[in-house]
Nanobody, 115 residues
């Protein structure tokens, strides 16, 4: 398994942008899937965006057109660019890396969007 450390969260006004980073301790080149999840208070953790080893991406309907996931294998890092943020985007964001059969999680980073 790899160790993951997220960063880039914070407080932003509605309409603003943030870029989250997830740095992996090991080589992510062989990762099957890298993804961002989020969990708001009182809600279940949900998938926000994912990117597979071939580069194909998928997004939750609620973030399509606003969020972009990308990966930099040379830096062992996955990013989540978040634009046009809304108060409903407020949550703890978690990075996940799947290298079958192992799934690794980061500790999470708080994103708060004020109205």
């Amino acid at each position: 398994q790899v160790q993951l450390v997220e960063s880039g969260g914070g407080l932003v006004q509605a309409g603003g942008s943030l870029r989250l980073s997830c740095a992996a301790s090991g080589n992510i080149f062989s990762a099957n899937v890298m993804a961002w999840y989020r969990q708001a208070p009182g809600k279940q953790r949900e998938l926000v965006a994912g990117i597979i080893s071939g580069g194909k991406t998928n997004y939750a309907d609620s973030v399509k057109g606003r969020f972009t996931i990308s990966r930099d294998n040379a830096k062992n890092t996955v990013y989540l660019q978040m634009n046009s943020l809304k108060p409903d985007d407020t949550a703890v964001y978690y990075c996940n890396v799947l290298i079958i059969p192992y799934s690794s999680w980061g500790q999470g980073t708080q994103v708060t969007v004020s109205s």
